[in-house]
């Protein structure tokens, strides 16, 4: 057992991994309030504190970054399976069948055909049950994008030319100069005030195409505050 320490943080723990074919010493930063050195067999306790105290700020730097951006549990695509769905959350049901995907109370309903689970990796069921949720998310979407951006376009005297969807990997949607609105169709699954957000920030560009303080002045009319928002969007992610 090792008798290391962190000091700038005492809640972060030293884990040490020893290889005989590590050449050198290493750190990595986990995201379980856990810093992992893997060290050469016959390294010194005192290397490798002294290794994380010279590395100390970097490490904080990291920690930091890991703690405002949690890792999001991936999807299991069974029943049972909690999604979370424009401010609710909703129970994936599965079961034998043919169709597309219903929603009764607070259940999504997902009909799976015999011959799928027939033959049965587990992978290529999961596979089918995604492609079922994606298509039911995009077109709740584009239904409550479109509702959205009509209340908060009445609200500013714009219009948007078009409304359409794309799967974008870091950003939550886009306005062109010709007054297309992109959405990000997985912002469905926001918190409500996260979802009007994104839809209100891309609809004051119809106003002003830049993040200059009279775009902000536009959003703070919708009833957004920058620095309230931003903050929590940091932790929102793509749920696929």
């Not at 055909?113 to 069921?125: L, N, S, V, Y």
């Not at 209340?151 to 794309?166: C, D, G």
Request: hydrophobic share 40%; charged share 25%.
């Amino acid at each position: 057992m090792n008798s290391l320490n962190f000091e700038p943080n005492p809640e972060i723990h030293i884990e040490v991994k020893y290889l005989k074919r590590a050449r050198r010493l290493t750190i990595r930063v986990l995201g379980s309030r856990t810093v992992r050195v893997t060290a050469p067999v016959r390294t010194k306790i005192s290397e490798i504190q002294n290794m994380l105290n010279v590395h100390s700020d970097w490490i904080l730097k990291k920690y930091k970054m890991i703690e405002d951006h949690p890792v999001q549990n991936k999807i299991k695509f069974i029943t049972g399976e909690v999604l979370p769905f424009y401010g609710e959350q909703l129970i994936l049901k599965i079961i034998d069948g043919k169709g597309s995907i219903t929603r009764f109370e607070n259940e999504l309903i997902v009909p799976v055909p015999p011959k799928i689970t027939a033959i049965d990796t587990d992978a290529i069921t999961e596979k089918y049950i995604q492609k079922l949720l994606i298509k039911w998310y995009q077109a709740e979407a584009l239904e409550k994008i479109k509702s959205r951006v009509q209340f908060f376009t009445e609200r500013l005297n714009v219009s948007a030319k078009k409304i359409s969807l794309k799967n974008y990997k870091s950003r939550w949607g886009a306005c062109s100069s010709k007054g297309d609105l992109i959405f990000n169709w997985q912002i469905v699954a926001f918190e409500k005030h996260l979802f009007d957000y994104v839809v209100a920030h891309e609809v004051c560009h119809l106003k002003e195409m830049n993040h200059s303080q009279k775009f902000y002045g536009w959003l703070q009319v919708l009833g957004f505050r920058k620095s309230e928002i931003h903050k929590q969007m940091k932790n929102v992610r793509n749920l696929f």
